[in-house]
C-alpha cells in the first residue's frame, strides 16, 4: 500500500467516525455549551438545575429543534475535523517513524497528536465559533438569530470583521494538549492490549486481535484522562466565542485572558468546569464510537484496498 492511499484511508475513516459521533450525542453538546457559558450574571441564558433538566427544558421551551441547534455546522466540524486529524496524524506518525523498525515510543506518538492537532485547530475554528453561537440562541437572546451556518458567517463577517472567525483559536490551540493527551493515550493502552492478546493468540495479526469491544474500552479510556485533564481550556474557548449583550450591564469578555480573569474572580475553580457531567456523558461514549468506527472502516477500506 502507498503511503498517500494510507494516508486518505486514515482521512476517510475518521470523517466517517466524525459523522456518527456528532449525529448520535450531539444533544448533550448543547447541553454543554449552555452549562459552560452560564456564569451566573448573565439573563439571556437559561438556567438548568443538571443535565436532565437541561434536556426537558430545552425541549419543553424550544422543541427538538432546540436540541440540534446548530447541528449543521456540528455535522461539518466534526466530520472536517476528524478526517483532517486522522489524515495529519497518519501523516505524522510515518514521518516520525521513518527508518525506524521499532514502535513509536508515547513522546513521538504525544508529538504526533499536538502537531495534527495544531493544525486542525487552525482549519476549523470558523467552524466551531458559528455551532456555539448557534447552540446558545435560546427564546431569550436578545439579537437576531442566524437562520443558518451561510447566514452566520455573513452577519459575523459584517458586523464583527473576519477576525472574530478565530475567537477562542489561543484556548483551542491549547487544547491541542487534549487530543495529545488521548491519542497518547488511546496508543499506549491500545499496545498494551495488543501485546496481552498476543500472548494469547501468537497466531493472529495485530488488526485480527481487538474488536469492537476492545476499541470501546480503550477510546472511552482515554478520553476520560484527556477531558480531566483539559476541560478549562473548553469553558474559556466556548465563552470567549459567545456573544454577551452590552445592555446588561456586564461587560463582553475582551480576551480569552479576560476570560479566565473574570471566571476566577466571580466563580472560582469551580466555573472552569461547568458543564462536565454532560461533557463526560456525551464524549466518554461518543469516543467509543469514534474509535469503533474508525478502526473498523479503516480495516474495510485495508481489505478492499488489498482485493484491487
Known amino acids: 500500500m502507498s503511503q498517500s492511499q494510507w494516508q486518505w484511508e486514515n482521512a476517510t475513516a475518521g470523517a466517517v467516525a466524525g459523522f456518527a459521533t456528532v449525529a448520535a450525542m450531539y444533544p448533550l453538546d448543547i447541553v454543554r455549551t449552555r452549562f459552560q457559558v452560564n456564569d451566573g450574571r448573565a439573563t439571556n441564558y437559561p438556567t438548568y438545575k443538571n443535565t436532565a433538566h437541561a434536556i426537558f427544558t430545552i425541549t419543553r421551551l424550544e422543541g427538538l429543534k432546540g436540541l440540534y441547534s446548530g447541528f449543521f455546522p ?15 496524524y497518519g501523516r505524522a506518525k510515518q514521518r516520525y517513524s521513518k527508518n525506524r523498525e521499532e514502535k513509536l515510543s508515547p513522546a513521538l506518538h504525544l508529538a504526533s497528536a499536538a ?3 495544531a493544525l486542525v485547530s487552525l482549519c476549523t475554528n470558523p467552524i466551531w465559533l458559528i455551532k456555539t453561537r448557534m447552540q446558545l440562541q435560546t427564546p431569550l437572546h436578545q439579537s437576531r438569530p442566524y437562520s443558518g451556518i451561510y447566514d452566520a458567517l455573513r ?3 459584517r458586523e464583527e470583521g473576519w477576525t472574530a472567525l478565530f475567537k477562542g483559536l489561543g484556548p483551542g490551540l491549547l487544547m491541542v ?18 501485546d496481552y492478546k498476543e500472548r494469547k493468540r501468537k497466531s493472529e495479526s495485530d488488526s485480527n486481535l481487538l474488536n469492537s469491544f476492545d476499541y470501546a474500552v480503550l477510546g472511552g479510556s482515554s478520553k476520560i484522562a484527556a477531558i480531566l485533564l483539559t476541560y ?11 456573544q454577551r449583550p452590552s445592555n446588561e450591564g456586564i461587560p463582553r469578555y475582551m480576551s480569552s485572558w ?3 480573569k473574570e471566571t476566577a474572580r466571580f466563580e472560582g475553580l469551580r466555573g472552569f468546569y461547568k458543564g462536565i457531567t454532560p461533557n463526560l456523558l456525551k464524549n466518554v461514549p461518543a469516543s467509543s464510537i469514534t474509535f469503533i468506527v474508525f478502526e473498523n472502516v479503516l480495516k474495510l477500506l485495508r481489505r478492499m484496498g488489498r482485493n484491487d
Not at 456540528?74 to 495529519?88: E, I, K, Q
Not at 494538549?177 to 495488543?194: C, D, K, N, P, W
Not at 478549562?232 to 459567545?242: A, D, G, Y
Open 155 to 157: 452577519t459575523i463577517l
Open 177 to 194: 494538549s487534549h487530543g495529545a493527551i488521548q491519542f497518547t493515550t488511546y496508543e499506549e493502552l491500545r499496545r498494551i492490549m495488543v
Open 232 to 242: 478549562p481550556f473548553q469553558v474559556i474557548r466556548t465563552r470567549s466565542q459567545q
Open 258 to 260: 479576560h476570560v479566565v
Open 115 to 117: 502537531e495534527a492537532g
Open 74 to 88: 456540528a455535522v461539518l466540524g466534526s466530520t472536517v475535523s476528524w478526517g483532517l486529524y486522522f489524515f495529519f
